[in-house]
T-cell receptor, first 114, second 116 residues
Framework: SQTIHQWPATLVQPVGSPLSLECTVE??????LYWYRQAAGRGLQLLFY??????ISSEVPQNLSASRPQDRQFILSSKKLLLSDSGFYLC?????????????FGPGTRLTVL | AQSVTQLDSQVPVFEEAPVELRCNYS??????LFWYVQYPNQGLQLLLK??????LVKGINGFEAEFNKSQTSFHLRKPSVHISDTAEYFC??????????????FGKGTKLSVKP
Protein backbone atom coordinates (compact mmCIF):
# COMPACT_ATOMS: atom_id res chain seq x y z
CA SER A 1 0.00 0.00 0.00
CA GLN A 2 1.03 3.58 -0.51
CA THR A 3 2.14 5.87 2.29
CA ILE A 4 3.25 9.47 2.42
CA HIS A 5 5.59 10.93 5.01
CA GLN A 6 6.35 14.48 5.97
CA TRP A 7 8.91 15.83 8.37
CA PRO A 8 9.35 17.51 10.60
CA ALA A 9 5.88 17.48 12.15
CA THR A 10 6.38 20.87 13.79
CA LEU A 11 8.98 23.57 13.33
CA VAL A 12 9.64 26.94 14.94
CA GLN A 13 12.05 29.14 13.05
CA PRO A 14 13.22 32.77 13.36
CA VAL A 15 12.57 35.28 10.61
CA GLY A 16 15.35 35.23 8.04
CA SER A 17 16.38 31.63 8.65
CA PRO A 18 16.34 28.96 5.92
CA LEU A 19 13.71 26.24 5.57
CA SER A 20 13.67 22.71 4.29
CA LEU A 21 10.57 20.50 4.52
CA GLU A 22 10.66 17.02 3.12
CA CYS A 23 7.97 14.77 1.73
CA THR A 24 8.42 11.18 0.56
CA VAL A 25 5.97 8.71 -0.93
CA GLU A 26 6.23 4.94 -0.76
CA UNK A 27 4.48 2.22 -2.68
CA UNK A 28 3.96 3.99 -5.99
CA UNK A 29 6.05 5.24 -8.87
CA UNK A 30 5.98 8.41 -10.95
CA UNK A 31 3.36 10.14 -8.80
CA UNK A 32 2.24 13.71 -9.21
CA LEU A 33 3.35 15.62 -6.11
CA TYR A 34 1.94 18.75 -4.52
CA TRP A 35 2.74 21.27 -1.80
CA TYR A 36 -0.12 23.14 -0.14
CA ARG A 37 -0.22 25.73 2.61
CA GLN A 38 -3.03 26.36 5.04
CA ALA A 39 -3.01 29.71 6.76
CA ALA A 40 -5.68 30.71 9.24
CA GLY A 41 -8.91 31.62 7.47
CA ARG A 42 -7.45 31.15 3.98
CA GLY A 43 -8.27 27.56 3.15
CA LEU A 44 -5.93 25.37 1.16
CA GLN A 45 -3.52 27.12 -1.19
CA LEU A 46 -1.63 25.14 -3.83
CA LEU A 47 2.01 26.27 -3.84
CA PHE A 48 3.78 23.85 -6.21
CA TYR A 49 3.13 20.70 -8.15
CA UNK A 50 5.39 18.30 -9.99
CA UNK A 51 4.66 15.68 -12.63
CA UNK A 52 8.19 14.26 -12.69
CA UNK A 53 11.78 14.52 -11.48
CA UNK A 54 13.07 18.06 -11.87
CA UNK A 55 9.70 19.32 -13.16
CA ILE A 56 8.22 21.95 -10.85
CA SER A 57 5.32 24.30 -11.49
CA SER A 58 4.66 27.21 -9.21
CA GLU A 59 1.12 28.36 -8.63
CA VAL A 60 1.78 31.58 -6.76
CA PRO A 61 4.78 33.91 -6.55
CA GLN A 62 6.31 33.70 -3.11
CA ASN A 63 9.31 33.35 -0.90
CA LEU A 64 9.42 29.58 -1.31
CA SER A 65 10.81 27.11 -3.81
CA ALA A 66 10.37 23.40 -4.43
CA SER A 67 12.54 20.64 -5.80
CA ARG A 68 12.07 17.02 -6.77
CA PRO A 69 15.47 15.34 -6.72
CA GLN A 70 14.04 11.81 -6.82
CA ASP A 71 10.85 10.29 -8.15
CA ARG A 72 9.17 10.03 -4.76
CA GLN A 73 10.79 12.93 -2.92
CA PHE A 74 9.51 16.48 -2.84
CA ILE A 75 11.24 19.26 -0.93
CA LEU A 76 9.96 22.70 0.00
CA SER A 77 12.61 25.32 0.73
CA SER A 78 13.22 28.92 1.56
CA LYS A 79 16.45 30.89 1.84
CA LYS A 80 14.99 33.46 4.24
CA LEU A 81 11.72 32.91 6.06
CA LEU A 82 9.15 35.67 6.50
CA LEU A 83 6.52 35.95 9.21
CA SER A 84 3.88 35.37 6.53
CA ASP A 85 5.36 31.93 5.80
CA SER A 86 3.82 30.59 9.01
CA GLY A 87 1.16 27.97 8.42
CA PHE A 88 0.39 24.31 8.04
CA TYR A 89 2.15 22.75 5.06
CA LEU A 90 0.67 19.71 3.40
CA CYS A 91 2.23 17.43 0.84
CA UNK A 92 0.02 15.30 -1.39
CA UNK A 93 0.37 12.84 -4.24
CA UNK A 94 -1.86 11.54 -7.00
CA UNK A 95 -1.48 8.80 -9.56
CA UNK A 96 0.30 10.07 -12.63
CA UNK A 97 -1.57 9.98 -15.93
CA UNK A 98 -4.92 9.44 -14.26
CA UNK A 99 -7.78 11.87 -14.72
CA UNK A 100 -9.83 11.33 -11.59
CA UNK A 101 -7.18 13.32 -9.76
CA UNK A 102 -7.82 11.97 -6.27
CA UNK A 103 -5.08 13.25 -4.04
CA UNK A 104 -3.63 11.58 -0.96
CA PHE A 105 -2.33 13.82 1.78
CA GLY A 106 0.50 13.57 4.24
CA PRO A 107 0.17 14.41 7.94
CA GLY A 108 1.44 17.98 7.51
CA THR A 109 4.10 20.23 9.04
CA ARG A 110 3.16 23.08 11.36
CA LEU A 111 5.61 25.94 10.72
CA THR A 112 5.76 28.93 13.05
CA VAL A 113 8.00 31.81 12.07
CA LEU A 114 8.84 34.17 14.94
CA ALA B 1 -11.80 28.79 -14.82
CA GLN B 2 -13.07 26.44 -12.19
CA SER B 3 -14.01 27.52 -8.70
CA VAL B 4 -15.57 26.03 -5.59
CA THR B 5 -17.76 27.84 -3.06
CA GLN B 6 -18.52 26.45 0.34
CA LEU B 7 -21.34 28.60 1.53
CA ASP B 8 -20.89 28.11 5.26
CA SER B 9 -17.59 28.69 7.01
CA GLN B 10 -18.89 27.23 10.29
CA VAL B 11 -21.76 24.87 11.04
CA PRO B 12 -22.67 24.15 14.67
CA VAL B 13 -24.98 21.22 15.27
CA PHE B 14 -26.09 19.04 18.16
CA GLU B 15 -25.12 15.40 18.39
CA GLU B 16 -27.48 12.99 16.58
CA ALA B 17 -28.94 15.81 14.47
CA PRO B 18 -28.74 15.73 10.66
CA VAL B 19 -26.29 17.99 8.88
CA GLU B 20 -25.77 19.31 5.36
CA LEU B 21 -22.60 21.05 4.25
CA ARG B 22 -23.08 22.96 1.05
CA CYS B 23 -20.77 23.10 -1.93
CA ASN B 24 -21.27 24.78 -5.30
CA TYR B 25 -18.83 24.75 -8.17
CA SER B 26 -18.38 26.46 -11.48
CA UNK B 27 -16.79 24.78 -14.45
CA UNK B 28 -17.09 24.71 -18.20
CA UNK B 29 -15.93 21.11 -18.48
CA UNK B 30 -16.96 17.78 -17.04
CA UNK B 31 -15.91 17.59 -13.44
CA UNK B 32 -14.92 15.20 -10.77
CA LEU B 33 -15.97 16.18 -7.26
CA PHE B 34 -14.50 15.32 -3.88
CA TRP B 35 -15.14 15.84 -0.20
CA TYR B 36 -12.23 15.67 2.21
CA VAL B 37 -12.21 15.83 6.01
CA GLN B 38 -9.44 17.28 8.14
CA TYR B 39 -9.18 16.61 11.85
CA PRO B 40 -7.13 19.09 13.93
CA ASN B 41 -3.44 19.13 13.06
CA GLN B 42 -3.79 16.29 10.56
CA GLY B 43 -3.73 15.93 6.81
CA LEU B 44 -6.81 15.65 4.63
CA GLN B 45 -8.62 12.33 4.28
CA LEU B 46 -10.95 11.49 1.41
CA LEU B 47 -14.60 11.08 2.46
CA LEU B 48 -16.10 10.39 -0.95
CA LYS B 49 -15.83 11.26 -4.61
CA UNK B 50 -18.04 11.56 -7.67
CA UNK B 51 -16.54 10.56 -11.00
CA UNK B 52 -19.56 9.40 -13.01
CA UNK B 53 -22.68 7.24 -12.76
CA UNK B 54 -25.09 7.45 -9.84
CA UNK B 55 -25.45 10.99 -8.57
CA LEU B 56 -25.76 9.82 -4.97
CA VAL B 57 -22.37 8.91 -3.62
CA LYS B 58 -21.80 7.16 -0.33
CA GLY B 59 -18.59 7.62 1.60
CA ILE B 60 -16.93 6.69 4.84
CA ASN B 61 -18.25 7.44 8.32
CA GLY B 62 -21.89 7.47 7.16
CA PHE B 63 -21.54 10.52 4.90
CA GLU B 64 -23.11 10.84 1.48
CA ALA B 65 -23.26 13.53 -1.19
CA GLU B 66 -25.45 14.20 -4.16
CA PHE B 67 -24.19 15.56 -7.45
CA ASN B 68 -26.66 17.98 -9.02
CA LYS B 69 -25.47 19.07 -12.43
CA SER B 70 -28.26 21.57 -13.07
CA GLN B 71 -27.59 23.35 -9.80
CA THR B 72 -23.81 22.76 -9.97
CA SER B 73 -23.88 21.52 -6.41
CA PHE B 74 -22.34 18.66 -4.45
CA HIS B 75 -23.74 18.96 -0.93
CA LEU B 76 -22.52 16.65 1.82
CA ARG B 77 -25.02 15.10 4.23
CA LYS B 78 -25.13 12.89 7.26
CA PRO B 79 -28.43 11.87 8.90
CA SER B 80 -27.06 11.72 12.44
CA VAL B 81 -23.75 13.25 13.50
CA HIS B 82 -21.42 12.23 16.30
CA ILE B 83 -19.03 14.25 18.42
CA SER B 84 -16.21 12.58 16.49
CA ASP B 85 -17.43 14.23 13.26
CA THR B 86 -16.16 17.57 14.55
CA ALA B 87 -13.62 18.58 11.89
CA GLU B 88 -13.13 20.81 8.88
CA TYR B 89 -14.60 19.64 5.58
CA PHE B 90 -13.32 20.62 2.16
CA CYS B 91 -15.06 20.32 -1.17
CA UNK B 92 -12.85 20.05 -4.25
CA UNK B 93 -13.27 19.86 -8.02
CA UNK B 94 -11.04 18.80 -10.87
CA UNK B 95 -11.63 19.09 -14.58
CA UNK B 96 -11.62 16.43 -17.21
CA UNK B 97 -8.29 17.57 -18.55
CA UNK B 98 -7.35 14.16 -19.82
CA UNK B 99 -3.83 14.81 -18.61
CA UNK B 100 -1.59 13.96 -15.72
CA UNK B 101 -1.66 17.27 -13.94
CA UNK B 102 -4.12 16.17 -11.32
CA UNK B 103 -4.80 19.59 -9.89
CA UNK B 104 -7.72 20.05 -7.55
CA UNK B 105 -9.48 23.30 -6.77
CA PHE B 106 -10.49 23.42 -3.12
CA GLY B 107 -13.18 25.39 -1.36
CA LYS B 108 -12.25 27.37 1.74
CA GLY B 109 -13.62 24.73 4.06
CA THR B 110 -16.51 24.36 6.50
CA LYS B 111 -15.85 23.80 10.17
CA LEU B 112 -18.37 21.39 11.59
CA SER B 113 -18.76 21.60 15.35
CA VAL B 114 -20.86 18.88 16.97
CA LYS B 115 -22.08 19.70 20.46
CA PRO B 116 -23.38 17.21 23.04
Amino acid sequence: SQTIHQWPATLVQPVGSPLSLECTVEGTSNPNLYWYRQAAGRGLQLLFYSVGIGQISSEVPQNLSASRPQDRQFILSSKKLLLSDSGFYLCAWSVGHETDNEQFFGPGTRLTVL
Amino acid sequence: AQSVTQLDSQVPVFEEAPVELRCNYSSSVSVYLFWYVQYPNQGLQLLLKYLSGSTLVKGINGFEAEFNKSQTSFHLRKPSVHISDTAEYFCAVSGDYGGSQGNLIFGKGTKLSVKP
